[in-house]
């Protein structure tokens, strides 16, 4: 196992952990397992958590419970501007779909690229958005075409823009891409 290029899930962690200027709220854009969530309440005084299957949310519950420090919210992350109404520390994205749910309900390139859009908006300065892609179904390489070509032309006065991906793995392997806010 190695221990820098191995889960990329991880190395969000890591980068999270060391380089987020501030942790008092954080907002975990694609629930899922809920990995993410309890990562970020580790570290964070306050965390809001979307997805959009009340399976997903349920799922939650029922492994973490019911906490005052994570609102879990059951709406898409294009959404976000509804919820949130202060500046975010963190704002994390793990895309594609849930794992041991219905692989047919994916994040979409549309919805997510105006998440991306509003989130930018919320981040804090010193904040970081982490975005993991997963380019291995139909709508993931969609959706990475969309990002990649959204945060690359993003100000770089304002905006530090950082791909990881794998060159000796799969075409298809995950890639994790981090925006830090000037």
Same mark, same amino acid.
């Given at each position: 196992?190695?221990?820098?290029?191995?889960? =990329?899930? !991880?190395?969000?962690?890591? $980068?999270?952990? +060391?380089?987020?200027?501030?942790?008092?709220?954080?907002? #975990?854009? &694609?629930?899922?397992?809920?990995?993410?969530?309890?990562f970020?309440?580790?570290?964070?005084?306050?965390?809001?958590?979307?997805?959009?299957?009340?399976?997903?949310?349920?799922s939650?519950?029922?492994?973490?419970?019911?906490?005052?420090?994570?609102?879990?919210?059951?709406?898409?992350?294009?959404?976000?501007?509804?919820? =949130?109404? !202060?500046?975010?520390?963190? $704002?994390?994205? +793990?895309?594609?779909?849930w794992?041991?749910?219905?692989? #047919?309900? &994916?994040?979409?390139?549309?919805?997510?690229?105006?998440?991306?859009?509003?989130?930018?908006?919320?981040?804090?300065?010193?904040?970081?958005?982490?975005?993991?892609?997963?380019?291995?179904?139909?709508?993931?390489?969609?959706?990475?075409?969309?990002?990649?070509?959204?945060?690359?032309?993003?100000?770089?006065?304002?905006?530090?823009?950082?791909?990881?991906?794998?060159?000796?793995?799969?075409?298809?392997?995950?890639?994790?891409?981090?925006?830090?806010?000037?």
């Open positions: 196992m190695f221990n820098y290029v191995g889960d =990329i899930s !991880e190395l969000s962690h890591h $980068i999270i952990r +060391n380089f987020c200027m501030n942790k008092n709220y954080a907002v #975990d854009a &694609t629930l899922g397992n809920g990995y993410d969530t309890v970020l309440y580790s570290l964070f005084k306050k965390i809001t958590a979307f997805d959009i299957q009340q399976e997903a949310i349920e939650f519950k029922s492994n973490y419970g019911n906490n005052d420090t994570v609102d879990l919210i059951c709406d898409s992350h294009s959404n976000i501007d509804k919820y =949130i109404k !202060e500046k975010a520390d963190c $704002i994390m994205y +793990n895309l594609g779909y794992p041991g749910g219905n692989k #047919d309900i &994916t994040t979409m390139a549309y919805s997510t690229l105006e998440s991306l859009k509003k989130a930018l908006i919320l981040l804090n300065s010193g904040g970081i958005i982490s975005i993991a892609m997963y380019v291995g179904h139909n709508e993931g390489e969609k959706e990475e075409a969309f990002i990649m070509d959204f945060v690359e032309n993003l100000p770089k006065n304002i905006y530090g823009v950082m791909l990881h991906k794998y060159l000796n793995r799969s075409k298809i392997s995950p890639r994790l891409i981090i925006i830090e806010k000037k």
